[in-house]
């Protein structure tokens, strides 16, 4: 009981204005399709902290790796994360999030060493779907769609990158329709169908 007494003075201590923010505007979601075919992770950007579409609302994935059979830790890069090849994520391949159409796509052949930005733009694909959803993938390398082309949900669409102002590879991915920026979720039936995502463990462990 000692144990959750911080805890609640901490709940008692949130400003009211963060606890009962009534005058916030619903944000909007969109469900897509898995971004990789092995277990990931995503740190998404909150409201307010970036304000163009394809930014904001937006998340950066990462591939997990360690994993083996019953034992293992789940972890971002296999030693110290010094260069890309050492992060699970590099190169891995990247999925369309829906059946929709490329509408633009941008190249940078630059890579970047973990820990150091480089400069925009990076590489990357504006999907759109029928409804007019549009998906944006960026810090992508090795891109194998060309602008006008349909893809059909889960089309290998590029391999996870280095590039732009990335630091580390991952991808970064956003969502809007019109104006109004979208809050990502994944389609966690989709993930369930994809033997690695569903068991995880059954990964080779590096």
């Given at each position: 009981?000692?144990?959750?007494?911080?805890?609640?003075?901490a709940?008692?201590?949130?400003?009211s204005?963060?606890?009962y923010?009534?005058?916030?505007?619903?944000?909007?979601?969109?469900?897509?399709?898995p971004?990789?075919?092995?277990?990931?992770?995503?740190?998404?950007?909150?409201?307010?902290?970036?304000?163009?579409?394809?930014?904001?609302?937006?998340?950066?994935?990462?591939?997990?790796?360690?994993?083996?059979?019953?034992?293992?830790?789940?972890?971002?890069?296999r030693?110290n994360?010094?260069?890309?090849?050492?992060?699970?994520s590099?190169?891995?391949?990247?999925?369309?999030?829906?059946?929709?159409d490329?509408?633009?796509?941008?190249?940078?052949d630059?890579?970047?060493?973990?820990?150091?930005?480089?400069?925009?733009?990076?590489?990357?694909i504006?999907f759109?779907?029928?409804?007019?959803?549009?998906v944006?993938?960026a810090?992508?390398?090795?891109?194998?769609?060309?602008?006008?082309?349909?893809?059909g949900?889960?089309?290998v669409?590029?391999?996870?990158?280095?590039?732009?102002?990335?630091?580390?590879?991952h991808v970064?991915?956003?969502?809007y329709?019109?104006?109004?920026?979208?809050?990502i979720?994944?389609?966690?039936?989709?993930?369930g169908?994809?033997?690695?995502?569903?068991?995880?463990?059954?990964?080779?462990?590096p």
């Amino acid at each position: 009981m000692i144990r959750r007494i911080p805890f609640a003075l901490a709940i008692l201590t949130i400003p009211s204005t963060l606890a009962y923010a009534t005058g916030d505007t619903p944000i909007q979601t969109v469900e897509i399709a898995p971004l990789f075919y092995q277990r990931f992770a995503c740190t998404e950007h909150v409201s307010g902290e970036l304000s163009d579409l394809g930014d904001a609302l937006g998340s950066d994935c990462l591939v997990l790796g360690g994993m083996g059979a019953s034992k293992g830790v789940l972890r971002f890069y296999r030693t110290n994360g010094a260069t890309n090849e050492d992060w699970y994520s590099w190169h891995v391949e990247v999925h369309a999030p829906f059946d929709g159409d490329v509408i633009e796509i941008g190249i940078n052949d630059k890579i970047n060493t973990p820990g150091n930005a480089g400069q925009p733009p990076p590489g990357y694909i504006k999907f759109r779907r029928a409804d007019g959803v549009v998906v944006v993938y960026a810090h992508l390398d090795n891109i194998r769609v060309h602008q006008g082309d349909h893809v059909g949900v889960g089309q290998v669409v590029a391999l996870d990158g280095d590039n732009g102002t990335a630091k580390n590879p991952h991808v970064h991915v956003g969502a809007y329709r019109g104006k109004t920026p979208l809050q990502i979720r994944w389609d966690l039936a989709a993930e369930g169908r994809i033997q690695t995502l569903a068991h995880p463990q059954q990964q080779p462990r590096p």
